[in-house]
């Protein structure tokens, strides 16, 4: 077997004395779209900051493709071609489109832009507008748009298409299905007929733990319900 391009094994991460993430394992093979889904409070955005860097787990391993992860820092994962989109639609909100991007460039070392317009062209249009002023969805294609700058490995993204219009969801199911061509992608994720279109790998989260591993393919959204 290939090479996982991300292995989670038996993850426990707390805040302080509270416990959220209970031995969790999950993989991600190279070029796959895994979608995890829970409910509110079940670990999800956890687990995703834990891969990121963002918080330092308890114990357990984190590779991709073989390389550690855990003990690194943000920008270091970073730097290794793991990207991280959080939830909250964070732009740096009083610089312009083109100076986000240009934050972006700066952190990977690459200026090639076409790819983030080829995904989305609006972002050529609005590349002068304070990031403050753009809707959801266009802060949402910036975040992603900036996030492929460096050519990751893998994508974590979390909650994405969370308020937006059904046209911009469309939208993005197709960035995503084109971004998986070069990157694995974990996504987070509560819209499931999205889930069920594009997931190859389903992990249903509850209470912390990884509750059911779902095959994609022809998966329905019943499928996924009780772990909702
Ligand atoms: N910064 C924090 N400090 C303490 N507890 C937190 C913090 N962030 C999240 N939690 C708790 O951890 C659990 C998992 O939260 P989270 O990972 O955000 O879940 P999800 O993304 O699945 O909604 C919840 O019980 C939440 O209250
Ligand atoms: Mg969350």
Redesign the pocket.
């Known amino acids: 077997m290939s090479e996982s391009s991300l292995m989670v094994r038996n993850l426990n991460v707390a805040?302080?004395e509270?416990k959220?993430l209970f031995d969790v394992s999950f993989d991600v093979a190279p070029n796959q779209i895994v979608c995890c889904v829970?409910?509110?409070?079940?670990?999800?955005?956890?687990?995703l900051?834990s891969v990121a860097g963002f918080l330092k787990p308890l114990s357990g391993e984190v590779t991709a493709g073989g390389d550690n992860l855990l003990g690194r820092r943000p920008y270091d994962v970073a730097r290794m071609g793991i990207k991280y989109v959080p939830?909250d639609k964070k732009v740096f909100s009083d610089l312009t489109v083109r100076e986000n991007l240009e934050l972006g460039s700066y952190a990977t070392k690459d200026y090639n832009w076409d790819t983030v317009f080829e995904f989305f062209p609006k972002l050529k249009i609005l590349i002068d507008r304070k990031a403050g002023f753009l809707s959801g969805g266009e802060r949402q294609m910036l975040m992603i748009g900036r996030a492929t700058l460096g050519k990751p490995r893998v994508m974590l993204i979390?909650?994405p298409t969370e308020g937006l219009a059904p046209s911009i969801v469309t939208h993005l199911k197709q960035v995503f299905g084109e971004l998986s061509k070069s990157a694995a992608l974990v996504i987070?994720e509560q819209n499931l007929p999205l889930v069920c279109s594009i997931a190859h790998k389903v992990y249903a989260?509850r209470d912390?733990r990884i509750a059911a591993e779902l095959q994609g393919g022809a998966l329905k959204p019943a499928d996924c319900e009780p772990y909702l």
């Open positions: 805040y302080g509270s959220v829970g409910r509110n409070g079940a670990g999800k955005t956890t687990l900051k939830q979390d909650e987070v989260m912390g």
